[in-house]
């Protein structure tokens, strides 16, 4: 799933152009609503949770239970047919700041929309690494996390490993582009 830009109609239709064409998302569009579910599942495994038990009463009918949730993901994170393709050439998910009248209200914000990215980071590499993104040395980390040097060191080696970065500035890119710390 690449080079894919969404935008929704006026009825609140889910439009996708890619490399096909234009077409309107509907419920028959199995295989690209279960490779949706699958990323959805593997990055934003919080908002999947959360689509779920809103389309709870929806189950029985899988193939629409489904497609209301990728309808739902699509529409709280993207909208707007822009220069920026939301899913890029390497299958990144490139998510807009969407206009929505329940901003402030609903039980899904910052669950659904602006989800949290599952870097399949441990809880210590996501720690060490808030640190070096608010802008602290590794030794000022060991000291606040009572580490040696050495700890702190691998805990950033092995979180570019995991989100295959090689610097500070790209690790902090990735979390920026994956809203990795809801900052």
């Not at 935008?7 to 234009?22: F, L, Q, R």
């Not at 919080?46 to 990728?70: F, G, M, T």
């Not at 602006?114 to 040395?137: A, C, D, T």
Request: aromatic fraction near 12%; glycine fraction near 4%; charge should be negative.
């Amino acid at each position: 799933m690449k080079n894919i830009e969404f935008y929704i109609t006026p009825t609140g239709g889910v439009m996708i152009h890619d490399e096909s064409g234009v077409r309107l998302l509907k419920e028959c569009d199995r295989k690209f609503i279960s490779v949706m579910i699958e990323k959805i599942g593997e990055f934003y495994p919080e908002a999947l949770i959360k689509l779920s038990q809103v389309y709870d009463n929806k189950r029985a009918n899988i193939p629409h239970y489904e497609y209301c949730i990728v309808s739902r993901f699509i529409r709280c994170n993207w909208g707007r047919f822009d220069n920026t393709m939301d899913i890029d050439q390497f299958g990144n998910l490139n998510f807009e700041e969407v206009e929505c009248p329940l901003r402030g209200e609903c039980p899904c914000e910052d669950v659904v929309c602006r989800p949290k990215f599952n870097s399949h980071l441990s809880e210590r590499e996501i720690e060490v690494m808030q640190y070096y993104y608010s802008g602290k040395h590794a030794e000022e980390i060991a000291d606040s996390l009572c580490l040696s040097i050495h700890t702190v060191r691998t805990h950033k080696r092995n979180a570019f490993n995991r989100t295959k970065t090689n610097s500070i500035s790209q690790f902090m890119a990735f979390a920026n582009k994956n809203n990795l710390f809801n900052i």
